[in-house]
């Protein structure tokens, strides 16, 4: 089954002043999102998916991760990524998960920019308009609060009853003048014996 892609679409910014102080380094946030027609769409209720999945996200993530790369100038810049899915309301969510909870779609992503922790995600329904929510977590620690970050944007005529929008996101830099600290902190201080699983096998996660 062919990869029905109507377009691909870009969004970035750059934060220069937060909290009414210049940045001690700029935000930029990147993201790439894929306009594709649903291939579970008009065929009521499909048991298996994986055929589908199998023929269109391996070559969905690596055109995402491709046009995400050259947006950040290179792997190694990456330092928050993360992923999103919008599926159109002639769907089910379950669609939008489908595309973007394999390794088939994922691990492009995540070898592209060295990456251990899992890719933190959004799976909805909306129309067109909905909005695209991707959340970041460093690519390295998940403990990392810092780089808890969202982008969220907007396509006006996407998705149509029959589409799916696949996003990924990325960051370079975190939240300028964070000073919440990080998750180990609180461990600490809670005097809690569990460990963050930072540093993770990022192929056991989908």
């Known amino acids: 089954m062919p990869l ?15 909290g009414g102080r210049a940045a001690p380094k700029p ?4 993201a790439v999102a894929a306009v594709l027609r649903n291939p579970w769409a008009g065929r009521g209720f499909v048991e298996d ?7 269109i996200a391996p070559g969905l993530g690596e055109t995402l991760t ?5 947006m ?18 002639s769907g089910e969510v379950e669609h939008a998960s489908a595309l ?8 492009h992503f995540r070898k592209a920019v060295g990456a251990k922790s899992y890719l933190s995600f959004t799976n909805t329904r909306g129309g067109p308009n909905a909005p695209v929510v991707i959340p970041l977590m460093h690519k390295l620690d ?9 982008i969220q944007f907007s396509i006006l005529d996407a998705p149509a009853p029959d589409e799916i929008v696949v996003a990924l996101g990325a960051s370079i830099g975190g939240r300028p003048h964070h000073r919440i600290g990080d998750r180990y902190q609180d461990l600490k201080d809670l005097g809690s014996t569990q460990e963050l699983g930072a540093g993770q096998d990022a192929a056991t996660h989908a």
């Open 142 to 150: 998940e403990g990392m609060r810092s780089h808890y970050l969202t």
């Open 4 to 18: 029905h892609l109507r377009k691909l679409v870009t969004y970035s910014e750059t934060t220069l002043i937060e």
């Open 49 to 55: 998916l994986k055929p589908e999945i199998h023929a």
């Open 100 to 107: 973007i909870h394999t390794l088939r779609f994922g691990n």
């Open 66 to 70: 491709a046009e995400i790369i050259r």
């Open 27 to 30: 935000l930029h946030l990147f």
């Open 72 to 89: 950040a100038g290179s792997g190694e810049a990456v330092e928050g990524y993360g992923k999103a899915a919008v599926v159109g309301t």
